[in-house]
T-cell receptor
Framework: GENVEQHPSTLSVQEGDSAVIKCTYSDSASNYFPWYKQELGKGPQLIIDIRSNVGEKKDQRIAVTLNKTAKHFSLHITETQPEDSAVYFCAARSSNYKLTFGKGTLLTVNP | NAGVTQTPKFQVLKTGQSMTLQCAQDMNHNSMYWYRQDPGMGLRLIYYSASEGTTDKGEVPNGYNVSRLNKREFSLRLESAAPSQTSVYFC??????????FGPGTRLLVL
């Protein structure tokens, strides 16, 4: 089955800096890659996603890039703010239509 | 439009007791999912239901049963709870097999 590795497990940045979280996947048939943000005590919420026919997607301060050849994708957050502090999960949808999640990255934005 | 709702929010069980976690969605989604979330393990799929009347095992189905009662409701049952089932349980739903919308979670402690 699909295996998704996510790095780093924790990330601390200063307010205004950029943050990058990276994920790799194993199943070359995977074709959908969402990113979720989970705030303390809440369920994960989709923040951005990308499909395998696209290399990059942006939404205001958030962007995701996908390298199908290398089987990795990354989340980029620019001009970080304290409210960006949360746990972020990447995921990949493989050929069996199930989402496999990474183990998460705890992002802390220091004022 | 409440999205995905879960009951109860918190539960404490003794080893060997049984309980059912309830999930409902009002978005007319075809697919529904149950995940468990443990520290450092990310989200792991327990069971999913691609459509009303169908269910399938995920990554960690042992010790659980599910029922897709109708299109709106998908329940998760623990027949004989064990301490290893202490976790946070999330229900999710999706229109297709892509974007999944999560509920707020049920925090379960098995003593």
């Amino acid at each position: 089955g699909e295996n998704v590795e996510q790095h780093p497990s924790t990330l601390s940045v200063q307010e205004g800096d950029s943050a990058v979280i990276k994920c790799t996947y194993s199943d070359s048939a995977s074709n959908y890659f969402p990113w979720y943000k989970q705030e303390l005590g809440k369920g994960p919420q989709l923040i951005i996603d990308i499909r395998s026919n696209v290399g990059e997607k942006k939404d205001q301060r958030i962007a995701v890039t996908l390298n199908k050849t290398a089987k990795h994708f990354s989340l980029h957050i620019t001009e970080t703010q304290p409210e960006d502090s949360a746990v972020y999960f990447c995921a990949a949808r493989s050929s069996n239509y199930k989402l496999t999640f990474g183990k998460g990255t705890l992002l802390t934005v220091n004022p | 439009n409440a999205g995905v709702t879960q009951t109860p929010k918190f539960q404490v069980l003794k080893t060997g007791q049984s309980m059912t976690l309830q999930c409902a969605q009002d978005m007319n989604h075809n697919s529904m999912y149950w995940y468990r979330q443990d520290p450092g393990m990310g989200l792991r799929l327990i069971y999913y239901s691609a459509s009303e009347g169908t269910t399938d095992k995920g990554e960690v189905p042992n010790g659980y049963n599910v029922s897709r009662l109708n299109k709106r409701e998908f329940s998760l049952r623990l027949e004989s709870a064990a301490p290893s089932q202490t976790s946070v349980y999330f229900c999710a739903s999706s229109v297709s097999e892509e974007t999944q919308y999560f509920g707020p979670g049920t925090r379960l402690l098995v003593l």
